[in-house]
């Protein structure tokens, strides 16, 4: 979306919306004409008013015609015709009804108020009111020669009169204030855009941040705690493949907002039991129970966080427990997959873990929460830790094979 | 697609904004209509009391829509539009008290032609549903009252007529208003729908931009440090004490980046790019952001995005001074309160400048918002819930 398209979309629903506005009040004044015309001639059927039905119904045929097509020759041939009819009305219930005393009654006004509407609304400004104001004079024009047919004394009505100024008013607020009034709308526009970028930057930097952590840190860490002596061929290799992930630009690709929407559907072949395997292979001995099958629900890209988020919290068993056991426990609803990391080690609380320790809150917390996880946990001195990891899942019948 | 019943306020907030400037021309003409009819047609009146009970009630539902239409009270509230109705109604039955036994001219019994007018001015604020129901309900009701009028003999009007006359002008407006209302809140959601998929390959490159930018920050720190140290290590194939000591403080200062970035909010991003967009070059988010349990990220995507974007039109009005400038968020039970202090420098009333339109669009995303300025210090406080 650029800035300003939706301040001109705006503008031309509120156009859309006033032209509507303009042809249903039309619509309901001619249908009300129509009606009161017939209730006259009920009320007194020895007199002959049925005729102007008519040029009433033509008028509205013009408008349903108006309201589909609107051109300069159909709004010219409303006028006229509209003209007509008001003029016929007049003088046929003027002449039928002498208790009709002024060209102010409510029935003569009708067509009138039509004449003054329809034309010129939804255009801009000057447009609409030219429009309104030609309709208000052809209409009192009308009811002037009606009148003067008839000796009945002409009297401007006040429902055109109050809906023409009405119409001038409304009109000219709206050109006065327009261009003031509308500049919130492209900082809102703005502000769209931004956020987006700034989901998505805060995305790549939780993810860049967390593969960051879960290598070079790492390697780091175990140099710096390690002994003297010759590199690990193993540990050597992790490096340089890790660096060539970490330079390269493939991580990135990843990280964009394009959901894979596709549940993996085989859970061998997760990222969480690759995790387990990795754990397993550094030696702590990891039991993995519950709904394994509710894990073939996940998208690919949640798989992926709960694999390196467990992976994480399998590490830290390993680092900081001081036991060589753990279990991974898989819990299947119908909206969500929880995955449970417990331990009967030496536990710890939150509260006191050093601020520069970034392993839960990076490659647990903020990496989960960023595909829309949830993570808690509980953990006391002495007695062990549990964590929570919970993401959304595809439903049920989406294609778990357990 | 917008829900059903959902208003032109609710979907738009800055354009029926832009409405308000209408909704005061029109309160100002409907009260001059029932002021000015009811003073022409004084030979008319039969109980004056009544008469100009009318013209009172006509003015209170006029300026009701005036003082609940006001940004700061942004969305027109259901009570709001039971009052404005409700006055509305006294005023069709007060206008046809005031002339009982006298009158049957249309304009001596202006009040259905207000009441439609009321319900044109309330098209901006209140679902198409609700004005129908309104028109139905004030249609039969100037109709009934229509009946019920007793008029001087010579008045031979049918019956079916007087009840068109009183009911046409008012449902003929209401309908009216209802298409307006109707298509307006159509043409906006068909928009959004349309623009939900365009607006994502829009902006394509700028998020190409963004991907680039995280990517060089992280290999400018790798290149920095971490590449020539491991290069090194690699070639020599041998750990020494040296490289191990080397290894904690690379380890150190990269986590001390790392934390720094994990412990900073969007919020803080936000107030540092307004900040750095006005010419200074320091980043203020933290000092100015107050966000100790880090609820900022609680805020939905539309709430993040107003606040967004008044933050900037504060730090954009004429007379804002930075310094002022403050956000504590609280935790309060199951909620989170926002409080933003800002210093303005300005003679203008708050619902009178710039910021009006931003406030009304902040109502719509925080309900509760308050809004105080005691020159020169804006408070702005609001809450949203906290999953």
């Known amino acids: 979306m650029t800035q300003g398209q939706s301040q001109h979309v705006g503008l031309q629903a509120v156009n859309r919306a006033f032209s509507r506005f303009a042809h249903v009040t039309g619509y309901t004044v001619l249908c009300g004409a129509l009606v009161e015309i017939l209730g006259y001639q009920f009320a007194a059927p020895g007199r002959v008013i049925w005729p102007v039905l008519l040029p009433v119904a033509v008028t509205l045929a013009l408008l349903v015609i108006l309201d589909r097509l609107r051109t300069f020759a159909i709004s010219v041939l409303f006028l006229i015709v509209g003209g007509a009819t008001q003029f016929l009305v007049s003088f046929a219930l003027l002449s039928a009804f002498p208790s009709i005393r002024s060209t102010d009654a409510v029935t003569l006004s009708l067509v009138s108020v039509s004449l003054v509407l329809v034309c010129g609304s939804g255009f801009v400004p000057s447009s609409t009111i030219i429009w309104g104001t030609v309709g208000f004079a052809v209409g009192q024009l009308a009811s002037f020669a009606a009148a003067l047919c008839t000796g009945v004394a002409y009297r401007p009505d006040a429902i055109s009169i109050v809906v023409e100024v009405g119409l001038v008013l409304v009109e000219l607020t709206d050109a006065i204030t327009r261009s003031r009034r509308l500049t919130a709308r492209p900082e809102l526009d703005r502000a769209v855009i931004d956020d987006e970028l700034s989901v998505l930057r805060y995305r790549v930097e939780g993810k860049a941040a967390a593969i960051m952590h879960d290598t070079v840190l790492g390697h780091l860490s175990a140099i710096a705690a390690g002994a003297d002596g010759p590199l690990d061929p193993r540990m050597a290799n992790q490096i340089e493949r890790d660096v060539a992930v970490l330079i390269g630009e493939e991580w990135l690709r990843d990280a964009s907002p394009a959901p894979d929407d596709s549940a993996r559907s085989d859970w061998r072949r997760s990222a969480l039991l690759a995790a387990v395997q990795e754990a397993r292979d550094l030696s702590l001995t990891v039991d993995v129970t519950g709904d394994l099958g509710a894990i073939g629900r996940l998208t690919g890209e949640r798989d992926v966080a709960i694999g390196l988020a467990v992976k994480q919290c399998l590490v830290n068993v390993l680092r900081h427990a001081q036991v060589s056991h753990a279990e991974v426990v898989v819990i299947g609803s119908a909206t969500d997959v929880s995955v449970m990391v417990i331990d009967a080690g030496r536990g710890f609380s939150e509260h006191l873990v050093g601020s520069d320790r970034l392993g839960l809150r990076q490659s647990v917390r903020r990496r989960i929460e960023s595909v829309s996880g949830e993570v808690r946990l509980w953990s006391t001195p002495g007695h062990g830790t549990s964590v929570l990891i919970q993401v959304p899942a595809l439903p049920a019948s989406g294609g778990s094979d357990a | ?387």
């Open chain 2, 1 to 387: 697609m917008p829900e059903r019943g959902l208003s032109y306020q609710q979907l738009d907030p800055v354009g029926s904004y832009g409405s308000r400037p209408i909704t005061l021309v029109l309160s100002l003409g409907i009260i001059a209509v029932a002021a000015g009819a009811t003073a022409l047609s004084w030979s008319a009146v039969s109980n004056p009391v009544a008469a100009l009970l009318a013209v009172v009630a006509t003015a209170i539902s006029a300026l009701g829509i005036t003082f609940w239409s006001s940004p700061l009270r942004a969305p027109f509230r259901w009570t709001g539009f039971v009052v404005v109705m409700l006055f509305a109604a006294f005023s069709l039955v007060l206008a046809a008290a005031g002339t009982w036994n006298r009158s049957a001219n249309v304009f001596e019994q202006w009040a259905p032609i207000t009441v439609g007018l009321i319900l044109v001015q309330l098209s901006s604020y209140r679902s198409a549903r609700e004005l129908t129901e309104a028109t139905v309900l004030g249609g039969l009701l100037a109709a009934f009252v229509a009946v019920i009028h007793p008029t001087p003999s010579h008045f031979a009007e049918p019956t079916l007529v007087i009840v068109l006359g009183a009911a046409v002008p008012l449902v003929a407006l209401g309908a009216g208003a209802t298409a307006y209302s109707s298509v307006i809140v159509r043409s906006l959601g068909r928009w959004y729908s349309r623009t939900a998929t365009s607006e994502r390959a829009a902006s394509l490159a700028m998020k190409d931009h963004v991907l680039q930018s995280v990517h060089d920050d992280r290999v400018g720190i790798l290149n920095d440090s971490v590449v020539p140290f491991f290069s090194g290590l690699l070639a020599r194939g041998v750990i020494t004490h040296d490289d191990r000591e080397a290894a904690g403080e690379i380890a150190s200062s990269i986590r001390s980046i790392m934390v720094a970035d994990v412990d900073r909010s969007w919020l803080d991003s936000v107030v540092d790019e307004v900040a750095s967009r006005r010419g200074g070059s320091e980043s203020p988010g933290s000092e100015v952001v107050q966000d100790e349990f880090r609820l900022a990220s609680g805020m939905s995507t539309e709430q993040r995005i107003v606040v967004r974007a008044v933050l900037i039109a504060l730090f954009d009005h004429p007379g804002f001074d930075a310094d002022g400038f403050a956000v504590l968020i609280a935790r309060e039970r199951g909620s989170a309160v926002v409080t933003l202090t800002a210093l303005l420098d300005s003679d203008e009333s708050i619902p009178r400048s710039g910021l009006a339109a931003y406030f009304a669009v902040l109502r719509i995303a925080f309900p509760d918002l308050h809004v105080s300025f005691q020159r020169p210090t804006l408070t702005l406080r609001f809450s949203y819930g906290l999953t």
